[in-house]
């Protein structure tokens, strides 16, 4: 692994993804265990996409104790149930049909409500819950997170869940946390990998202002593919 300079400096940037992915699942188990054994509880927050469910599907679900870990997400398509888009049923095949004990309790963001029914009760829903522990998530190549793009970037909402209705990605209607929200929790988890992901790292070391700048990440996981040829490009510390 190496170094880069800029706001990553310091940040360890593995040699590929499958190194990532595998360090992102053995440090959510830890820190799941490590929040367990505090509050004897513990809130996990996912995103969708192939990033998180990578990881997912390097947990073994024998070492955690699910009946003690609350899953929440942190955007959903305005989909029906059950759609394979959907995505709760990401999560499902990525970790829960693999889990042979008591399942975390899921807490499913209701999309199919449409996004303005469905944002109000996820907000009622995550009201009665404890505050996320722990957030992992993928990053678009916009740098948008959940479903929070750079056309409708808002850091400022107090809110728990906002409608989406503008996206520009397909579905336009969703629902998402908020990144006051997400924000809220105390470990918060960004996988930045792959060649494709190469011009969003260089906008992120020139200092631009993107969604994922506002989550700030406490823990990143980046690799050569991503930053190759930058890493030595000097972007002002």
Same mark, same amino acid.
């Given at each position: 692994?190496?170094?880069?300079?800029?706001?990553?400096?310091?940040?360890?940037?593995?040699?590929?993804?499958?190194?990532?992915?595998?360090?992102?699942?053995?440090?959510?188990?830890?820190?799941?265990?490590?929040?367990?054994?505090?509050?004897?509880?513990?809130?996990?927050? =996912?995103?969708?996409?192939?990033?998180?469910?990578?990881?997912?599907?390097?947990?073994?679900?024998?070492?955690?104790?699910?009946?003690?870990?609350?899953?929440?997400? #942190?955007?959903?398509?305005?989909?029906?149930?059950?759609?394979?888009?959907?995505?709760?049923?990401?999560?499902?095949?990525?970790?829960?049909?693999?889990?042979?004990?008591?399942?975390?309790?899921? =807490?499913?963001?209701?999309?199919?409500?449409?996004? #303005?029914?469905?944002?109000?009760?996820?907000?009622?829903?995550?009201?009665?819950?404890?505050?996320?522990?722990?957030?992992?998530?993928?990053?678009?190549?916009?740098?948008?997170?959940?479903?929070?793009?750079?056309?409708? @970037?808002? +850091?400022?909402?107090?809110?728990?869940?906002?409608?989406? #209705?503008? +996206?520009? &990605?397909?579905? &336009?209607?969703?629902? +998402?946390?908020?990144? @006051?929200?997400? @924000? +809220?929790?105390?470990?918060?988890?960004?996988?930045?990998?792959?060649?494709?992901?190469?011009?969003?790292?260089?906008?992120?070391? &020139?200092?631009? =202002?993107?969604?994922?700048?506002?989550?700030?990440?406490?823990?990143?996981?980046?690799?050569?593919?991503?930053?190759?040829?930058?890493?030595?490009?000097?972007?002002?510390?």
């Amino acid at each position: 692994m190496a170094s880069i300079h800029s706001v990553f400096s310091q940040i360890p940037i593995f040699a590929n993804e499958d190194e990532a992915f595998d360090t992102a699942a053995e440090n959510v188990v830890k820190f799941i265990h490590k929040q367990i054994a505090t509050d004897k509880i513990c809130h996990l927050v =996912l995103s969708g996409g192939r990033s998180v469910s990578e990881v997912l599907q390097r947990i073994d679900p024998g070492r955690v104790d699910w009946e003690k870990v609350i899953i929440s997400l #942190t955007d959903e398509r305005c989909l029906p149930i059950g759609n394979s888009e959907r995505n709760d049923q990401m999560i499902h095949f990525s970790l829960l049909s693999r889990i042979n004990s008591r399942l975390p309790t899921l =807490l499913a963001i209701p999309a199919e409500l449409g996004p #303005t029914l469905g944002a109000d009760q996820y907000c009622r829903d995550l009201f009665q819950m404890r505050s996320p522990d722990i957030v992992l998530l993928g990053i678009g190549s916009d740098g948008h997170v959940a479903s929070i793009f750079p056309s409708n @970037h808002d +850091s400022e909402s107090p809110e728990i869940a906002i409608p989406i #209705t503008e +996206s520009p &990605k397909p579905p &336009k209607s969703r629902v +998402s946390l908020t990144l @006051h929200y997400l @924000h +809220s929790a105390p470990r918060r988890m960004a996988i930045l990998t792959g060649k494709d992901k190469r011009a969003l790292f260089d906008r992120l070391c &020139k200092g631009q =202002l993107l969604p994922v700048i506002d989550f700030e990440p406490t823990d990143w996981y980046l690799d050569m593919n991503a930053t190759s040829g930058l890493v030595t490009e000097d972007y002002g510390d």
